[in-house]
Each structure stands twice: as structure tokens, then as C-alpha cells.
């Protein structure tokens, strides 16, 4: 699998355009891979995990096309992570003609939160159907966590996240060709029922992308710090749910705990991880 990293902060950007920390103020001096936008990743062209506010940017900056994006799968429907209006953007109300049909997987709560904003454009929704095929371009499953399920050429593993209790947030286990990608933003510590779920699936993975919010601040309930992400790199390898190649990358990176880019790699590289960057390219 080919995976873009589209963007790789927390909720607020890093830097946050509103603030004028030392972290911030060195991230637009040094530029580059310390200037972050909000998490997304695009694999191999047609999956997209979470439609959220700066797919556009991303698109821009990178060059890229996501005309080509056949599935996504949503984490959550925080609104670092989903932006409704991306629906219509690829849709023949914004004059989009001739894209494949969207198959769009994501928890009750983000689906509800779609719904909401089909219902505020006055698009004529069969609510109760939840294909709403031709309108939107857009095939809709509803999934929830432990749900192993088939996304075109991918299988999946949906797992519950140790987020926000209010709303189903969900990592994923995508795999092709035996290459496994485990992608865990926005979580805290892995609960018991995750850790459990993940041995029974039994799949190494060959590359894991993890939340690492609060990098040095103190630790954390719904994301991590740097002592928790190693934490759960530590149980991983106990558990042998790492395959002997497995590289391992912080994400989902906020302006108030973690240092700009070279200075957190730094600190990564002597602790036997990598720190993703928006641009990133892995073949994972
Ligand atoms: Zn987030
Ligand atoms: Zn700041
Ligand atoms: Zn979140």
C-alpha cells in the first residue's frame, strides 16, 4: 500500500493561526515539515481515511487529485475530522461529473452529522435508505467497532477508540497484500477490549500510525503523550502484533505539547519511532 500523510496535526493546525507560542512562532520560521494541517491520510489514490477541513489545502499544496477516491473510512466525526461539506464538493451540485460512487463507512454519529448537513442544503434525503445513490454519488455503511468488513480491495478491522465517551470514535486495521496498516488517532491508552480484538485478528502490523497529541506534556485521557505512545509500541511488541519491519510514526501532532519537527524527530529517533509530516510518502 502507497500512504500520504495529507496532514498530521490536532484539531487546531500547528501552527494555530491564532496563536503566538514559542512552538508555533519557530514552526513558521522553519517552515516546511513543521507546518502542519489537520489529519488525513490517502492510500494508494482510492482510500481516504476521514474527509476532514483541510483535504482541500492538502489537495492544493500536494498537487493532487482525489478524483479517483472510490472509498473512506471516517474515524469520527469531530470536526478536526469531518467536514460535511466535502460531499457536495464532489457532487453534481458542485457540477462533479463522472466520479465513482463514494462508499462511505463511519459510525452512527457521523453519518447523523451528514445527514444534518444534507437536511441544512434542503437536499430531498430517503433518510431511512441509507444508499442515497444517485443524489449524492454516495453508497453510505454504517459500521461500529470490532466490525471486520470488506472496503474494495482492502480488509478492515474497525476497533473502538479511547477517545470521547459522548461520540464512537474508531481506529482501523486496513490490509492488502499482507501489508497491514494500523491507524489509531484520536485515541488514549488502547482499552482491554481493543487489545483483545487485535490479538484475535492476529494481523502484524507493518506500519502503525498513532496518536501523539500531548508528545511532552503529561499524560492524557483520549490522546497520548510520549511516554503512553511507547507505552503501547511496547505492548505491541509483546503481544508480537509487529511485524519485524514495522516502522512506527507519531501523528495527530498539537502546537502546545510537541516541539517544531526536527526537534521531535530528534527526540523520536532515539526512542525507535518516526514523526509523520504532511507529504509523507510510505510504502507501507
Ligand atoms: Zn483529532
Ligand atoms: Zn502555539
Ligand atoms: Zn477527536
Known amino acids: ?132 445513490g444517485d443524489q449524492m454519488n454516495l453508497c453510505i455503511h454504517m459500521i461500529a467497532p470490532q466490525d471486520e468488513f470488506a472496503v474494495g480491495p482492502y480488509n478492515v478491522l474497525s476497533l473502538h477508540a479511547n477517545h470521547d465517551p459522548s461520540i464512537t470514535a474508531m481506529l482501523y486495521v486496513i490490509e492488502r497484500n499482507d501489508r497491514v496498516l494500523f491507524y489509531a488517532t484520536d485515541t488514549g491508552e488502547l482499552s482491554e477490549v481493543t487489545w483483545q480484538a487485535l490479538k484475535e485478528h492476529g494481523r502484524k502490523f507493518t506500519m502503525v500510525a498513532m496518536d501523539h497529541t500531548f508528545g511532552f506534556a503529561g499524560r492524557s485521557n483520549g490522546h497520548m503523550n510520549r511516554e503512553q505512545f511507547l507505552e503501547q509500541i511496547e505492548r505491541m511488541r509483546s503481544e508480537d502484533l509487529l511485524a519485524d519491519d514495522a516502522r512506527i510514526f507519531a501523528h495527530h501532532l498539537a502546537h502546545h505539547s510537541n516541539p517544531p519537527h526536527p526537534e521531535l524527530v530528534e527526540y523520536a529517533q532515539q526512542h525507535g519511532y518516526e514523526v509523520a509530516y504532511d507529504g509523507l510518502r510510505v510504502e507501507v
Open 1 to 132: 500500500m502507497h500512504l500520504l500523510f495529507l496532514g498530521t496535526a490536532a484539531s487546531e493546525g500547528y501552527p494555530d493561526a491564532f496563536c503566538n507560542c514559542s512552538n508555533c512562532a519557530r514552526a513558521r520560521q522553519l517552515g516546511g515539515a513543521s507546518l502542519r494541517k489537520r489529519s488525513a491520510v490517502l492510500i494508494n489514490n482510492d482510500l481516504l481515511i476521514d474527509f476532514g477541513p483541510d483535504l482541500m489545502a492538502a489537495a492544493l499544496q500536494h498537487n493532487l487529485s482525489f478524483a479517483n477516491v472510490h472509498y473512506c473510512l471516517q474515524t469520527h466525526e469531530h470536526s478536526d475530522h469531518l467536514d460535511t461539506s466535502h460531499f457536495f464538493s464532489r457532487s453534481q451540485f458542485c457540477g462533479v461529473q463522472g466520479t465513482p460512487r463514494l462508499h462511505y463507512y463511519a459510525s452512527q454519529g457521523a453519518i447523523e452529522k451528514l445527514f444534518s448537513t444534507f437536511l441544512d442544503y434542503k437536499i430531498d434525503l430517503p433518510v431511512n435508505d441509507i444508499d442515497l
